[in-house]
T-cell receptor, first 112, second 113 residues
């Protein structure tokens, strides 16, 4: 019940295209859903986050869409750039444990 | 740069040994979380401390222990090391006990030979 399922495992997008990464969860106690970006040799960096009472949040080229009834959320990267090439993790936090449960990660490659 | 520091960056040791990983949270942050990142298990939560007190445990082995000191830095102790303990170990910090944003350090890469 603590799992967060993330897809796809890897993604190749052309420069200027839209990258879409999806996550699904089962635990209804999750109350906070962040996305992290990780470059090789670095720690995960917080990118954008959403709460379940909001259906969409946009920050620059990054948008989270949240579907509470379907228990799904996704990250959209508009106008993808080669500098966006990294591994992206969705995560969820439950109200009790406070710790984050991470998805398995998506390796994004943006081709110039 | 997240403001979270971790030492050492790399650690190579042998099976059966014991190591200590150190984390200094961002200035003003009272919570420290430890995570393990491996190829087969992904990012897994280990343990959470808030202002010196243990708050939650995740998939932490009995061979592992942690503590948070009065100056708020934290140490993760790994003993009786096995080959399977080779991984990246991250700490993250947040302002409070129930504040959402967690900021990750650069990690310590542990290699057990």
């Amino acid at each position: 019940q603590q799992q967060v399922k993330q897809s796809p495992q890897s993604l190749i997008v052309q420069k200027g295209g839209i990258s879409i990464i999806n996550c699904a969860y089962e635990n209804t106690a999750f109350d906070y859903f962040p996305w992290y970006q990780q470059f090789p040799g670095k720690g995960p960096a917080l990118l954008i986050a959403i709460r379940p009472d909001v259906s969409e949040k946009k920050e620059g080229r990054f948008t989270i869409s949240f579907n509470k009834s379907a228990k799904q959320f996704s990250l959209h990267i508009m106008d993808s750039q080669p500098g966006d090439s990294a591994t992206y993790f969705c995560a969820a936090r439950d109200t009790g444990r406070r710790a984050l449960t991470f998805g398995s990660g998506t390796r994004l490659q943006v081709q110039p | 740069d997240s403001g979270v520091t971790q030492t050492p960056k790399h650690l190579i040791t042998a099976t059966g040994q014991r190591v200590t990983l150190r984390c200094s949270p961002r200035s003003g942050d009272l919570s420290v979380y430890w995570y393990q990142q491996s190829l087969d298990q992904g990012l897994q939560f280990l343990i959470h401390y808030y202002n010196g007190e243990e708050r939650a445990k995740g998939n932490i082995l009995e061979r592992f222990s942690a503590q948070q000191f009065p100056d708020l830095h934290s140490e993760l102790n790994l003993s009786s090391l096995e080959l399977g303990d080779s991984a990246l170990y991250f700490c993250a910090s947040s302002v409070g006990d129930y504040i959402n944003e967690q900021f990750f350090g650069p990690g310590t890469r542990l290699t057990v030979l």
